[in-house]
Nanobody, 114 residues
């Protein structure tokens, strides 16, 4: 079983940046698609960025041009660089493998507020 541990969240002002990390507990094939999701309290979890193995990343319209996903080549980690943050980016952020959803980690809270 793969477990995810997300980190890097925090409080940031509008226009600021954060980099999130997600470490998974065991090595997965680089052919496995990894993704970042976010969830606002009371709403459904939303897939915002995915990285298919050896292919181009895909982004949701709400984050396109502002966020970037990549994975480490040597460690079991996937990253999410978030720039030009807005208050509506406030959410708990999670990672997972969208083609085979595994147990969700605890996520990392991102709050964008002045």
């Amino acid at each position: 079983q793969v477990h995810f541990v997300e980190s890097g969240g925090g409080l940031v002002k509008p226009g600021g940046s954060l980099q999130l990390s997600c470490t998974y507990s065991r090595t997965m094939s680089r052919f496995v698609t990894v993704a970042w999701y976010r969830q606002v309290t009371g709403k459904q979890r939303e897939l915002i960025a995915s990285l298919p193995g050896f292919a181009t990343a895909n982004y949701g319209d709400s984050v396109k041009g502002r966020f970037a996903i990549w994975r480490s080549t040597t460690e079991n980690t996937v990253f999410l660089q978030m720039n030009s943050l807005r208050p509506d980016d406030t959410a708990v952020y999670y990672c997972n493998t969208p083609n085979n959803i595994r147990e969700w980690g605890q996520g990392t809270q991102v709050t964008v507020s002045s």
